[in-house]
């Protein structure tokens, strides 16, 4: 009864508060304003504002065409309105008016969606389920931050009124996760990844071996993971994927749009391989794990056959796993392989990934050997990097090869933001939100043809980095710059009016108990 009449006079005084504030402004209270069509990150390739918002209600419901790929957006976006709104919104192939996904014939592209909002309600079509999919993000980020909250809200929950055509500027828009310097579990991969749809990315690569540990179980070679997968960076536990771990992985990626492209760093940076297996050494005698941060001191044996045994192995099984296109072999800081020696072995680990009918992935010094036809490059130098290295890469674009752009001063997510940044390295230098978003992918490379650039990823190596909070204080505000440098068209790239879409995720990130570095290049409002 106490508790009642508490309500009752805190009720009473919020109403005589609301009615003195309109009387004094002579104006009823303006309704909240929904978030402006333009508001999203990665910035829409165009936006046409105007006409009333929609609402959600209790009523509303999400209608789908009968296919299973629009059921099954259908499904994500509830699963991503109902606990914060607490309505029922049933995912339905029939009635009118409400949430409308429809896959239609159309000038969307594999990913690009239109958003159409007015009073009688919301319609995202697309021509491919990516589309369909990307197309949610954007209506998800249209609502107010508190959707993103696990307990019902008070709402209300408009979307703008107006229409969003939008499609990538390009197909490659990466995030790199270092599993091996310190492992992360399948939990912490799908959290990331979740934070990932968000923005529109499309590739999730995992760097599954490192001198410090391996992450993936592979049968022919059993100790790779048992033994090489047993410590990591600082002397912990580390750990390993079994198959089923990775497919689960691979699952829950595919299910909101990202490829996932495994890594088998080679022939450096393969200490915890030389570890398990003496075979595999020159020597024939296996060094002891490894749990420290130097880099260059490990390579396979590229003179002895069973190398490549271990090589066609390793390959046969991760591709057999992996349903996306890729493959990624490393090939950097390869300092303790003689050059000619790096040649032979890049040429024969390109030539058994071609056989298991994957594309190959390199780092940008596989363009010191011979990309093979149809090879990606990922380039992760830096501003300052000499321009005869810069030469080699471009001219490796211009004979075909496909270039993705990691600098590492401006993307690599494990760079320090300034000197006081607790987690990461700095060895490229401290990495401000601005730094990271500030430059352009599509001139970034003299002498590379812009048809080579197939798009940027954001690597995050983890040798200070142990958990989902330390993934997001590092990745958060600087990941959203990167899906807006790959997503974008240059014209929208503009570093002021960026920096206030990007305060207007803060309260978003709270919401999902993302931990984000409050940078002070960035209008950031009140902490909620
Ligand atoms: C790298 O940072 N070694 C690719």
Excluded at 169 to 174: D, T, V
Excluded at 276 to 292: Q, R, W
Excluded at 380 to 407: C, F, M
Aim: aromatic share 10%; proline share 7%.
């Amino acid at each position: 009864m106490r508790q009642r009449h508490r309500t009752l006079r805190l009720l009473a005084s919020l109403l005589l508060v609301t009615a003195v504030g309109a009387s004094l402004t002579g104006a009823t209270p303006a309704p909240p304003a929904a978030t402006p069509l333009d508001r999203v990150i990665p910035a829409p390739a165009s936006v046409a504002p105007g006409g009333s918002p929609y609402r959600i209600t209790d009523r509303t419901r999400i209608r789908v065409d009968d296919s299973r790929e629009a059921r099954r957006i259908g499904g994500y976006l509830a699963d991503v309105l109902r606990p914060s709104t607490g309505y029922r919104l049933p995912v339905t192939t029939h009635g009118d008016g409400g949430i409308r996904l429809r896959l239609a014939k159309g000038p969307y592209g594999d990913e690009g969606y239109r958003l159409d909002s007015g009073r009688g309600g919301v319609t995202v079509t697309a021509g491919r389920p990516a589309g369909l999919f990307h197309g949610v993000q954007t209506l998800r980020q249209l609502l107010p931050a508190a959707v993103e909250k696990d307990s019902v809200q008070p709402g209300p929950w408009l979307i703008a009124g107006g229409t969003v055509e939008d499609t990538p500027r390009y197909a490659w828009r990466g995030a790199m996760l270092d599993v091996s310097r310190h492992f992360f579990g399948v939990d912490e991969v799908k959290r990331y990844i979740d934070q990932l749809a968000l923005y529109k990315f499309n590739k999730l690569h995992l760097h599954l071996s490192d001198d410090q540990g391996w992450r993936i179980a592979i049968d022919s070679w059993p100790r790779l993971a048992t033994y090489g997968g047993s410590t990591e960076v600082g002397g912990g536990p580390g750990g390993y994927y079994t198959k089923a771990d990775y497919k689960e992985i691979v699952r829950h990626a595919a299910a909101r749009h990202l490829e996932v492209v495994p890594e088998i760093d080679m022939p450096g940076h393969t200490n915890a391989a030389l570890a398990s297996y003496a075979e595999l050494n020159c020597d024939g005698v296996a060094p002891p794990l490894y749990t420290g941060t130097q880099v260059g001191f490990s390579s396979l044996c590229v003179p002895k056959e069973i190398t490549y045994d271990f090589v066609d192995d390793v390959v046969r099984e991760l591709a057999a796993l992996t349903p996306g296109r890729y493959l990624h072999i490393g090939g950097d800081e390869a300092h303790s392989t003689p050059h000619a020696d790096y040649v032979t072995f890049m040429d024969r680990a390109q030539a058994t990934v071609a056989e298991y009918g994957k594309t190959v992935v390199g780092w940008h010094q596989l363009t010191g050997a011979t990309p093979v036809r149809g090879a990606v490059a990922q380039y992760w130098g830096l501003d300052g990097t000499g321009a005869a290295e810069k030469e080699q890469v471009a001219r490796a674009a211009r004979n075909g090869t496909g270039i993705v752009l990691s600098p590492a001063d401006r993307l690599y997510l494990d760079m320090k933001y300034d000197a006081g940044t607790p987690l990461g390295l700095s060895w490229a230098g401290y990495v401000e939100v601005r730094r990271s978003y500030d430059w352009d992918p599509g001139t970034y490379l003299p002498g590379v043809p812009a048809s080579a650039i197939r798009g940027v990823e954001a690597p995050l190596w983890s040798e200070t980095l142990e958990n989902s909070g330390h993934i997001e204080y590092m990745a958060f505000p600087r990941l959203p710059g990167v899906a807006e440098l790959g997503w974008s068209p240059a014209a929208t790239h503009d570093w002021d009016r960026y920096k206030v879409r990007l305060a207007a995720q803060g309260p978003r990130w709270e919401a999902l108990g993302i931990g984000y570095y409050r940078s002070p290049q960035v209008p950031w409002p009140a902490a909620g």
